[in-house]
T-cell receptor, first 112, second 110 residues
Framework: RKEVEQDPGPFNVPEGATVAFNCTYSNSASQSFFWYRQDCRKEPKLLMSVYSSGNEDGRFTAQLNRASQYISLLIRDSKLSDSATYLCVVTLASGGSYIPTFGRGTSLIVHP | NAGVTQTPKFQVLKTGQSMTLQCAQDMNHNSMYWYRQDPGMGLRLIYYSASEGTTDKGEVPNGYNVSRLNKREFSLRLESAAPSQTSVYFC?????????FGQGTRLTVV
């Protein structure tokens, strides 16, 4: 079983729609949580950090539920430019480092 | 503002050939990582280096070796390339758990 699980999608939505992605992680000792965005054939880039208190950045809202080991990302008013793969990332402390562990990613396609 | 720089960007190897992927970061980060990304598999950790002088295996280390040459540089070596090592390779470094990535190396082994 992978340590970080995501629905691969694709999620195919019209412009203006609200879409939500979920992610679960298996290790309760996980320390930090992130959503990254990856465009086709490019490197992953940080979208936002995720906190138990919730984190909002414009149209994007991320939430962490430590008790359920569950992370979510909500995108409101989807734009064509939001089309990408969204990676759920969890870090674990190991040997003096924090190891980023990635889910397989969820593909989002926003169409006109 | 270079960040993390990987070379080469593309490479084609014949089975059995060797090569080294280079990675350098100019952000003074202690920890560096090598991942591979295959379709449908996400990013999988090959090796990491928590600090200069230390390296540790990740999820998929077989067939690879690494060297943390100094704080800036972390190289990945394929001693005898196999078709199963065809993949996109990403180098990353971390600051306060946020990961910064290089642009990737697309490697094809024929």
């Amino acid at each position: 079983r992978k340590e970080v699980e995501q629905d691969p999608g694709p999620f195919n939505v019209p412009e203006g729609a609200t879409v939500a992605f979920n992610c679960t992680y298996s290790n309760s000792a996980s320390q930090s949580f992130f959503w990254y965005r990856q465009d086709c054939r490019k490197e992953p880039k940080l979208l936002m950090s995720v906190y138990s208190s919730g984190n909002e950045d414009g149209r994007f809202t991320a939430q962490l539920n430590r008790a359920s080991q569950y992370i979510s990302l909500l995108i409101r008013d989807s734009k064509l430019s939001d089309s990408a793969t969204y990676l759920c990332v969890v870090t674990l402390a190991s040997g003096g480092s924090y190891i980023p562990t990635f889910g397989r990613g969820t593909s989002l396609i926003v169409h006109p | 503002n270079a960040g993390v720089t990987q070379t080469p960007k593309f490479q084609v190897l014949k089975t059995g050939q060797s090569m080294t992927l280079q990675c350098a970061q100019d952000m003074n980060h202690n920890s560096m990582y090598w991942y591979r990304q295959d379709p449908g598999m996400g990013l999988r950790l090959i090796y990491y280096s928590a600090s200069e002088g230390t390296t540790d295996k990740g999820e998929v280390p077989n067939g690879y070796n690494v060297s943390r040459l100094n704080k800036r540089e972390f190289s990945l070596r394929l001693e005898s390339a196999a078709p199963s090592q065809t993949s996109v390779y990403f180098c990353a470094s971390t600051y306060n758990t946020e990961a910064f990535f290089g642009q990737g190396t697309r490697l094809t082994v024929v």
